[in-house]
């Protein structure tokens, strides 16, 4: 299948980019950067140095993901998002002088398979987007999201549960459990958690 990167991508020689994955126009995919196959890297999109994605990830346009970020398999991540890694970000030392490149602690978001993080976006580093959860467009999430979660707003907080397929529950037939519209599929909540029935 091989790899496609348009001429106007900048991709560091010391990259990795899986087997059909796609890097379009604009993108900048940095040093030591590890892509999975079957990734879409869209236009303008910024993979930093030492990310990691897994396989069949889509980076949309614009999207900016700073080192240490970890992306599972599956991972959507929405035109425009940001993915902070600095706790206390300054340009400037208390002096005056302009901060290095090795005078702060890297702090990175990972998201687990199957995660959405919705258009315009911000996750402010350390944070982990649960397996499968959903960011609503325009949140800003500033503490874990557990798996199956759907939250919003400025702080996200959880709002739904959504399944594989990213469609909101129902509400099931017997005491805390949650069916999925689309697939059948059930699962059962405990207290702040959502797990999968048993088959």
Known sequence: MGVSIQPSADVSEAARIGDGSSVWHLAQ??????????????????????????????????????????????????PAVVFT?????????????LKRGDDWEAVGVT??????????????????IGRWAL???????????????LVAGV???????????????EAGDEPHTWVCPKTGETYIEDHESLTEAPK
């Not at 600095?86 to 002096?95: E, G, K, S």
């Not at 702080?155 to 529950?169: D, E, F, K, N, Q």
């Open 155 to 169: 702080p996200a907080r959880r709002i739904r549960w959504v399944g594989r397929a990213g469609v909101p529950l």
């Open 85 to 97: 890694n600095d706790y206390f970000p300054r340009a400037i030392d208390p002096d005056g002088t």
């Open 111 to 128: 998201c687990r398979t199957g995660a959405s993080i919705g258009a315009r976006s911000v996750c402010v580093a350390p944070v982990t």
């Open 29 to 78: 995919v940095r040093e030591n950067a590890d892509i999975g196959e079957n990734c879409i890297i869209g236009r303008g999109a910024y993979v930093g140095t030492g990310v990691t994605m897994g396989d069949n990830c889509k980076l949309q346009n614009y999207a900016l993901v700073y080192e240490p970020a970890v992306l599972e398999d599956g991972v959507f991540v929405g």
């Open 135 to 149: 960011v609503a467009a325009g949140s800003v999430v500033t503490k874990d999201v557990p798996d199956f979660a």
